[in-house]
């Protein structure tokens, strides 16, 4: 079956340090690759997408390439912000009979500090 | 602004009460969906449609029933055989449930808690 696989949370930052949350997938076929994030309280935000390998989703100075051959899409940015504190989920779509259905990761929460 | 409006933000239910949840689109997107959210985990599916009158289970579909009876609207009905409701609700939408391409949108969610 589809996976996703996030790396372990919480992570805590300074102001203005790199990111990088690791993300990790099982899927059968060649899946199209998301990132969330989800801000204390609300819904879940498209931060960036990819929908083929060498594919790189980019948005807020958030950035993700697709590696197929790792089958990996880390989410990247570098400098971050106090305001960047949130949830950030990864997830997949196989297509096929999955019929638009969503695999998300575990999450990881962001804490960026001043 | 088109979007995903879901009411009510928070819902307590009581024991052996059935609760429901709104979810209500403009986007005139086809497919809907209803994930759950506990703390520490992702995304759980619960329901999904891909077109009026049609919808199909998902990973938890026990102990939830949903409707669609237009395109607009998804109701989650949260029965007294879910036996651990208190949970974040959250409902979704996407474009063509076909497209594994498209991305899903989000509402704010509801938080339901036992009273």
């Known amino acids: 079956g589809n996976s996703v696989t996030q790396m372990e949370g919480p992570v805590t930052l300074s102001e203005e340090a790199f990111l990088t949350i690791n993300c990790t997938y099982t899927?059968?076929?060649?899946?199209?690759l998301f990132w969330y994030v989800q801000y204390p309280g609300e819904g879940l935000q498209l931060l960036l997408k990819?929908?083929?390998?060498?594919d790189k989703g980019s948005n807020k100075g958030f950035e993700a390439t697709y590696r197929k051959e790792t089958t990996s899409f880390h989410l990247e940015k570098g400098s971050v912000q106090v305001s960047d504190s949130a949830v950030y989920f990864c997830?997949?779509?196989?297509?096929?009979?999955?019929?638009?259905?969503?695999?998300f990761g575990q999450g990881t929460i962001l804490t960026v500090h001043p | 602004d088109g979007g995903i409006t879901q009411s009510p933000k928070y819902l307590f239910r009581k024991e052996g009460q059935n609760v429901t949840l709104s979810c209500e689109q403009n986007?005139?997107?086809?497919?809907m969906y209803w994930y759950r959210q506990d703390p520490g985990q992702g995304l759980r599916l619960i329901y999904y449609?891909?077109?009026?009158?049609?919808?199909q289970k998902g990973d938890i579909a026990e102990g939830y029933s949903v409707s669609r009876e237009k395109k607009e609207s998804f109701p989650l009905t949260v029965t007294s055989a879910q036996k651990n409701p208190t949970a974040f609700y959250l409902c979704?939408?996407?474009?063509?449930?076909?497209?594994?391409?498209?991305?899903?949108?989000f509402g704010d969610g509801t938080r339901l808690s036992i009273l």
């Open positions: 979704a939408s996407s474009l063509q449930p076909g497209q594994y391409n498209q991305p899903q949108h």
């Open positions: 990819a929908t083929k390998a060498d």
């Open positions: 449609s891909q077109i009026v009158n049609d919808f």
């Open positions: 899927a059968t076929g060649y899946p199209s």
């Open positions: 997830a997949l779509n196989a297509g096929g009979t999955s019929y638009g259905k969503l695999t």
């Open positions: 986007l005139n997107h086809d497919a």
